[in-house]
């Protein structure tokens, strides 16, 4: 992965290192939530004769409504507490939900949050599981990065690491 980008996303200072994103992330998933809803309405306003396939127009353009909606909502509150997504500071991972210490980590995956938000999740010596969400505003190999270089080598010596979730490993191992 090219560097420059990785350093775009991953801010360190003395004390600190944060996971961000950019507004054009965020305009990015907004125009395709935008489209998803055009659709919806373009169902409705041209549905086909037949009432079979008009009911279940119907009921995709509802469905698809409903979850934009929620993904529209799930953004905006994101978007109000600022850009950092993860902070790692006095040996600690954080987010808006969790504060936990890097030393109580037994174990890093990779996976989705709700079935829509990729996520890490960090599993601690009390085997309670805790998601870190980044809702799809940053690429993979920045998140897989983060993890490599700020998190894994701080965890519990005998933790283990994951990177199945990670989509560019799938595709990865599809091609050899």
């Not at 290192?17 to 305009?27: A, D, P, T, W």
């Not at 960090?122 to 309670?128: A, D, F, H, L, M």
């Not at 998601?131 to 283990?160: C, G, H, M």
Request: glycine letters at 4%.
């Amino acid at each position: 992965m090219d560097q420059r980008i990785a350093d775009a996303y991953i801010k360190q200072n003395s004390n600190k290192v944060e996971l961000i994103y950019h507004n054009s992330n965020v305009g990015c998933l907004l125009i395709a939530a935008f489209l998803l809803i055009a659709m919806c309405v373009g169902i409705f306003i041209f549905l086909p004769d037949s009432f079979l396939i008009s009911l279940i127009g119907i009921m995709v353009a509802i469905v698809g409504i409903i979850f934009t909606a929620s993904v529209l909502k799930k953004i905006f509150s994101v978007r109000k507490r600022g850009n950092t997504l993860i902070t790692i500071e006095n040996n600690k991972i954080r987010n808006d939900q969790y504060d936990l210490r890097l030393s109580e980590i037994t174990e890093i995956n990779f996976g989705w949050r709700d079935n829509t938000y990729k996520s890490v999740i960090v599993t601690t010596k009390n085997k309670q599981i805790y998601y870190f969400p980044t809702y799809n505003l940053i690429s993979d190999r920045v998140l897989e990065k983060f993890v490599d270089d700020f998190v894994f080598p701080y965890v519990a010596p005998n933790a283990t690491y994951n990177k199945v979730g990670l989509d560019h490993h799938h595709v990865k191992n599809m091609s050899q």
